[in-house]
């Protein structure tokens, strides 16, 4: 396969697992994939249903200009806002919308997903945190561009960006990014399991906490210098 044909694979198997996690209802919801030494990225088709959608179909935008580079499809309506976090922070390569229940509960309540245990910390060093509301200007001009902005304000820099990979857009819905547009679909997985984790443990208790000790152990035992979670499967057949 051509390294056109393997993205092409990967974006598509990516934004099948949408509806396969429960993620999105009908086409709510869309993947990306980025390849920075030809300029491009390819999304999900606006529209397009998920049973449908093939590898072929997927639309190849330049990352500079915001434009379809073939085809006649449109892209997702969102692609612009893929497009600034690709502008924004170097190490992503993959990018994925939903509009997932339970992290879109926080959303519209303009709530951050709280850190409250070890299965969010294993994944997020933070709260999954919620935007500004956007201003009628910038809803009415370049919305989905606005949209990121208003997520990069929160995030900050790339190194911010691969700590806590996912934020909220208020009232709108999860954003969540990876090293591939496969490792962005789980960390929507991730964010929307941590959300619903966080409703039902703060129906029990209001003033639910956890110590940080705690969050930043499970977090630096699988990121970082001093990893050491997961096996090396290349490694362990070679042994």
Not at 12 to 26: E, F, M, S, V
Not at 83 to 111: C, D, E, K, M, N
Not at 125 to 152: K, M
Not at 180 to 186: L, R, T
Request: hydrophobic share 40%; net charge negative; glycine share 8%.
């Amino acid at each position: 396969m051509t390294k056109d044909q393997d993205l092409r694979e990967a974006v598509l198997q990516a934004n099948r697992l949408i509806p396969k996690a429960g993620l999105a209802a009908l086409t709510w919801g869309n993947v990306s994939g980025v390849d920075r030494a030809a300029g491009i990225y390819l999304i999900k088709p606006s529209g397009v249903a998920y049973d449908d959608l093939t590898a072929d179909l997927l639309v190849p935008v330049d990352l500079e200009t915001g434009r379809v580079v073939s085809g006649r499809l449109k892209p997702s309506v969102d692609s612009e806002t893929h497009r600034a976090f690709y502008l924004q922070w170097p190490s992503i390569g993959g990018i994925t919308h939903t509009h997932s229940t339970h992290a879109v509960a926080f959303a519209q309540a303009g709530r951050d997903v709280p850190v409250l245990g070890t299965t969010h910390a294993d994944t997020f060093s933070g709260p999954v945190r919620v935007t500004r509301d956007l201003t009628p200007q910038e809803c009415a001009e370049e919305y989905e561009f606005n949209t990121a902005r208003a997520v990069i304000e929160l995030i900050g820099d790339d190194d911010a960006a691969r700590a806590t990979p996912a934020a909220l857009a208020a009232n709108h819905g999860p954003f969540t990014w990876g090293k591939d547009a496969g490792k962005s679909v789980e960390h929507a997985i991730v964010c929307e399991a941590v959300a619903e984790m966080a409703l039902k443990t703060l129906a029990l208790n209001p003033a639910a906490a956890a110590p940080q000790w705690l969050l930043d152990r499970h977090f630096t035992r699988k990121h970082g210098a001093g990893a050491y979670y997961g096996n090396d499967l290349s490694k362990a057949a070679e042994a």
